[in-house]
């Protein structure tokens, strides 16, 4: 849900969250609702519940006689709890949130876990004061969590990622009390669910404002980056859902360059590269929607652990020359272009970040016949057309061997294309391509003349970025 | 955007990479106006880069774009009970049993029968209450362990962990599973009913104060006449 300021109704379209998004606000929540609970509940239109109403359901649930009856009113209590309103009157009832939490407590399983639910109510309120009445139970939620029973394990995780994400004083109060030792037992499950929502609720932690100083660092002291590169391991056992929370872990962790090369020293780089493998191969085999969740993530985590100093010590490592890792890039560049063209330039800054100092990767560019598809990829847009072209400067700046390779072909005609673009960027990117192909490669410019080029030139002969370097290639190709 | 045919065999082939073409620069390259340099780029966290793939997180977790897993479903089984001796819970989900068995039989005392919600509380109230061992060196030395995964500290009363409790880690001055035994000898079997009997008060939940030991009780139930029992029946066992 979005936090507006103080809109009850969320905006609707892409275009709204983005706006969001820019102004920081973007905030996610997973409301876990059990999908048998709510076809048996089926018809029942969450009701607003006053005072008088809440204090009967808690007092039932407390001291009623039949188990069922006094499961039965916390039920109607969660239902409740589903409109803001009741949420409201719930938490200004004295003594509402200390009845919960008891019931929460209780030896009642079943009890419990209604209770545990109506917390999780709670948690999803886009309201602050509503999540941060929950603060008397997180002490309880983390104690759960080295317990053995999933669902309840799941239900607290959900709750807390969602109390997390909401709220700076409850993360203030959550570390000092162990949330990461926690987490990092938690982690050992064998249960893919609960798997799944610790993921999302470290997810939830890593992203807020304050980590890269207040929780990163403790997360890198603890075993979870250990647990999360094994639980991306690729192979049978490696699980989508799990895998996309801590693909997204990582990114944030990596994103906020705090000690990536203790990251790289675990194995990041090596594991995350054979997950792109991987991601290739399920690509090329199913048609399952849902793979973009996890190759985004993946593709960002790799660019940026290329960056870093660590990353060239390991580079003798094989993975980071196996040029299968530029196959699976494309495979995965088509795959997006089908299903998701908004993430392509994520794809294109992994391959720059690949390409960029290395003539082994630029090889296998040339080698595999890789410059046609990319050339293909000019259409889509200018973000994309300028990290094209830049991967092309990238191979062709290598010099007269590589731009041999890059001649004659498509090459021409798609620059004499973007030369037709309006966009500064796309053009100034191709004057430079130009510029290395004019350099390194005879008979470039007397085929650019014969193709009209300096009719393309002209036109940004006026443009402030791009005039030196437009008059310096005219008189590259008229004289030179 | 056709790939080469040869890619994909290319991906299930063996590691490795194709000799490096000889890279030969001239400095010419980058003179002035020409600027172009190759270089790995890095983004932050905040930078826009980000957004498309942020949009698009936000949405799957808001279930908007897809169901990666459903949530789980609940079939139903014909009725059973809970097999731990004693206990006769009915049943008719497994996911309810499997809590309820994780919650009352799980981490179960067994000298008390009180139930702890983790292997570690079980383990550190067998360690304080039933082992003479430990009183005897607790005169001498720190052996009340913090509660919380991860500290290490230890303290020579059970009132000095706590306010450690409180105070480093805020917990509640409340914390239901750390309330301090009454008497100083081990707590023997058989004492259960009698504890169980004061801790609680008329409101049938467990009430708050230092009087009483509240961790999850598990009562030994009277047993239940056959031909009364119901899904969810709880009447075999003690009203609390």
């Known amino acids: 849900m979005l936090r507006g300021g103080g809109a009850t109704v969320p905006p609707a379209g892409a275009g709204a969250l983005r706006k969001a998004r820019r102004e920081q606000q973007l905030v996610s929540k997973r409301l876990l609702r059990d999908e048998a609970l709510e076809e048996a509940e089926e018809g029942c239109v969450a009701m607003i519940f006053g005072e008088a109403e809440i204090q009967q359901f808690l007092q039932l649930a407390q001291r009623g006689t039949e188990e069922k009856e006094r499961e039965g009113a916390l039920v ?9 309103e009741t949420q409201q009157t719930f938490i200004r009832l004295e003594g509402s949130i200390r009845t919960l939490v008891g019931l929460l407590t209780s030896n009642q399983a079943l009890l419990q876990l209604e209770a545990a639910r109506c917390l999780h109510e709670l948690s999803h309120s886009e309201q602050s004061a509503v999540v941060e009445a929950c603060l008397p139970a997180t002490s309880y939620l983390l104690t759960y969590l080295s317990g053995h029973s ?9 709750t807390l990622g969602n109390l997390i994400v909401e709220s700076e004083a409850v993360r203030r109060q959550l570390l000092p009390q162990g949330i990461v030792p926690a987490l990092a037992a938690c982690i050992q499950s064998p249960h893919l669910t609960v798997l799944e929502a610790l993921g999302y609720a470290l997810s939830q932690l890593l992203q807020a404002k304050e980590a890269p100083e207040k929780i990163i660092p403790s997360v890198l002291g603890s075993t979870l980056p250990q647990h999360m590169l094994q639980l991306l391991q690729p192979g049978p056992k490696l699980n989508l859902g799990v895998a996309v929370e801590f693909a997204w872990c990582l990114h944030y962790i990596i994103c906020s360059q705090v000690n990536n090369a203790l990251l790289i020293t675990q194995g990041a780089l090596s594991t995350l590269g054979l997950l792109l493998l991987d991601l290739a191969g399920a690509v090329q085999r199913t048609e399952d929607a ?3 969740l996890l190759a985004c993530p993946v593709l960002r985590c790799l660019s940026n652990l290329l960056t870093e100093a660590a990353a060239e010590a390991v580079g003798g490592q094989l993975q980071l020359r196996d040029e299968r890792v530029v196959a699976a890039l494309f495979i995965l560049l088509q795959f997006l ?31 595999l016949d890789l410059i046609e598809p990319l050339l293909h990829l000019l259409s889509v847009s200018n973000v994309v057309s300028v990290l094209v072209l830049t991967v092309l400067c990238n191979v062709a700046e290598k010099g007269p061997a590589y731009c041999q390779r890059l001649w004659p072909g498509p090459l021409l005609s798609s620059l004499l294309d973007t030369l037709a673009f309006s966009d ?14 004019f350099l390194y490669q005879p008979g470039a410019a007397q085929a650019f003349l014969q193709q009209s080029g300096l009719q393309a030139l002209q036109r940004h002969e006026e443009v402030a970025q791009l005039q030196d370097r437009v008059h310096a290639l005219q008189q590259t190709a008229l004289h030179g | 955007m056709q790939l080469p045919p040869a890619l994909h065999a290319r991906l299930a082939g063996a590691p490795g990479s194709a000799e490096p073409l000889p890279v030969e620069r001239d400095p010419a390259a980058r003179t002035a106006p020409f600027r172009f340099a190759p270089r790995p780029v890095r983004f932050p966290r905040e930078h826009d880069f980000f957004e498309e793939g942020d949009v698009q997180r936000h949405l799957y977790l808001q279930d908007v774009l897809m169901q990666v897993g459903g949530a789980p479903e609940r079939p139903r089984v014909p009725e059973f009970t809970c097999q731990v001796a004693g206990c006769c819970q009915v049943f008719d989900a497994l996911e309810d049993y499997e809590h309820h068995y994780h919650t009352l039989h799980r981490n179960v005392c067994s000298f008390c029968k009180r139930a702890f919600p983790s292997g570690h509380l079980l383990d550190t109230h067998i360690l ?13 030395q720190d052996m009340y362990q913090c509660l919380v995964e991860g500290c290490t500290e230890k303290f020579r009363t059970s009132r000095d962990r706590k306010e450690h409790l409180v105070m480093r880690h805020l917990y509640p001055a409340d914390f239901r599973f750390d309330k301090p035994r009454k008497s100083r000898g081990p707590v023997m079997p058989g004492a259960a009913e009698q504890v169980l009997a004061e801790a609680l008060g008329d409101d049938g939940v467990p009430s708050e104060g230092d009087a009483m030991e509240v961790c999850s009780e598990h009562v030994e139930p009277p047993p ?14 003690a009203r609390i």
């Open chain 1, 76 to 84: 109607s209590l969660r239902r409740g709890l589903q409109r803001p």
């Open chain 1, 150 to 158: 999933s669902d309840f394990i799941e239900l607290c995780l959900y």
């Open chain 1, 290 to 292: 849902g793979l973009e």
């Open chain 1, 337 to 367: 272009l089908q299903k998701q063209p908004s993430l392509l330039p994520e794809g294109l800054w992994l391959l720059n970040n690949l390409t960029a100092n290395s003539p082994s990767f630029c090889t296998s560019l040339l080698s």
């Open chain 1, 424 to 437: 500064t960027e796309v053009v100034g990117q191709s004057l430079e391509l130009l510029q290395l192909l």
């Open chain 2, 128 to 140: 304080e209450w039933h082992d003479s061992l430990f009183q005897i060196l607790a005169e001498r």
């Open chain 2, 224 to 237: 239940v006449p056959a031909g009364e029992r119901r899904a969810y029946s709880h009447r075999c066992l």
